[in-house]
């Protein structure tokens, strides 16, 4: 069977009075439906989703602004850090100055006596800290070491390992 173009144009321009008045029942049905089901339910979670964006951006903003606040707390804690050294370097210099004074005017024999137990005493110290900074390095050396090989050796063979490893390279520990 063979539609002519003629059968088909008068065909879609024909209007069907009972198909136009159940397509618009079937519309305005299908509008009332959307509304009252759909609509108010996604319209609510955008609402939602939009208010916990909000929130969060309000709250990225809080936990920025005191960071910043923090920042500036330490940048002004560390400035008074440095000055609190200075003011101790400075007074430590004074009272060395003077130290060195009251020293010249003592006998040269006491005089070169404080001065040995100084020596004696800044050298114990510097042993001392050199020791307890080798200490950490070990201890450092010894972590890395172990995540790095993943391997299981004992505590007392890795201190030797890596103090030897350090005598090689700066001269033999304290």
Do not use: C
């Amino acid at each position: 069977m063979i539609i002519t173009p003629v059968l088909l144009g008068s065909a879609l321009t024909d209007v069907n009075p009972g198909l136009v008045i159940w397509t618009l029942v079937t519309f305005v049905l299908l509008l009332f439906l959307l509304r009252k089901f759909a609509w108010g339910p996604i319209l609510g979670m955008i609402e939602q989703r939009e208010a916990g964006i909000r929130e969060s951006l309000e709250a990225a903003d809080k936990q920025r602004a005191e960071a910043q606040r923090m920042i500036e707390e330490h940048k002004l804690a560390l400035e008074a850090a440095r000055r609190d050294a200075a003011d101790m370097v400075r007074q430590a210099q004074e009272e060395v100055e003077l130290a060195r004074e009251e020293a010249l005017e003592m006998a040269k024999s006491e005089a070169s006596d404080m001065i040995n137990t100084a020596r004696r005493q800044i050298e114990s110290e510097q042993k001392k800290a050199l020791a307890e900074v080798k200490e950490v390095a070990v201890d450092l050396a010894i972590a890395a070491a172990g995540r790095l090989l993943e391997e299981s050796m004992d505590e007392e063979h890795q201190r030797r390992l890596v103090r030897e490893y350090l005598e090689q390279l700066h001269g033999p520990a304290a």
